[in-house]
T-cell receptor, first 113, second 112 residues
Framework: EPEVTQTPSHQVTQMGQEVILRCVPISNHLYFYWYRQILGQKVEFLVSFYNNEISEKSEIFDDQFSVERPDGSNFTLKIRSTKLEDSAMYFCASKGRPNEKLFFGSGTQLSVL | GENVEQHPSTLSVQEGDSAVIKCTYS??????FPWYKQELGKRPQLIIDIRSNVGEKKDQRIAVTLNKTAKHFSLHITETQPEDSAVYFC???????????FGKGTRLHILP
């Protein structure tokens, strides 16, 4: 089965630093998402991206967050100035059409010290 | 916006018995309801889904039911096995919002 790949698997950073989380969605997919999961809690929606623009974002996705699809394969999440509370597992996801199955990547565990 | 409530938060059942997890959603425009299983440290994996034009769907030991009028949907696992132990998340999706909203999860323990 095709997979969404994410790098790195773990990222440790100092508070205030910028981080970029990288994702390669499944090749023929058009809809891309970032979710996060704080340890032991639910999976929270951050942002959806389609046709090279953000289609929906949550309250969590403030001005410190941005997404980009710099080329035909990568989809990145940037956190400009990390805070302690940004520590979480970040999942990238993609799907081919609106009502289709959402495929999740294996996640990036972000630790902000 | 859409809100998804999930109960119970923790569920323990004897191996071989059935487990039922229930969810409710707030927005009647929701039209797709997936269920995910997440093992410790792993990504959520889709185990079954149901669309709003169907009332029930079954896949081997797993079934999902949907009551659109009451805005309820449930996951049923029969003949539970140790490998069913995990956290299960229900979710709801609406085309117009292009996002899947997850419930808070149910930690299922299968007791020997």
């Amino acid at each position: 089965e095709p997979e969404v790949t994410q790098t790195p698997s773990h990222q440790v950073t100092q508070m205030g630093q910028e981080v970029i989380l990288r994702c390669v969605p499944i090749s023929n997919h058009l809809y891309f998402y970032w979710y996060r999961q704080i340890l032991g809690q639910k999976v929270e929606f951050l942002v959806s991206f389609y046709n090279n623009e953000i289609s929906e974002k949550s309250e969590i996705f403030d001005d410190q967050f941005s997404v980009e699809r710099p080329d035909g394969s990568n989809f990145t999440l940037k956190i400009r100035s990390t805070k302690l509370e940004d520590s979480a597992m970040y999942f990238c996801a993609s799907k081919g059409r609106p009502n289709e199955k959402l495929f999740f990547g294996s996640g990036t565990q972000l630790s902000v010290l | 916006g859409e809100n998804v409530e999930q109960h119970p938060s923790t569920l323990s059942v004897q191996e071989g018995d059935s487990a039922v997890i229930k969810c409710t959603y707030s927005d009647s425009a929701s039209n797709y309801f997936p269920w995910y299983k997440q093992e410790l440290g792993k990504r959520p994996q889709l185990i079954i889904d149901i669309r709003s034009n169907v009332g029930e769907k079954k896949d081997q030991r797993i079934a999902v039911t949907l009551n659109k009028t009451a805005k309820h949907f449930s996951l049923h696992i029969t003949e539970t096995q140790p490998e069913d132990s995990a956290v299960y998340f229900c979710a709801a999706f609406m085309n117009r919002d292009d996002k899947i909203i997850f419930g808070k999860g149910t930690r299922l323990h299968i007791l020997p």
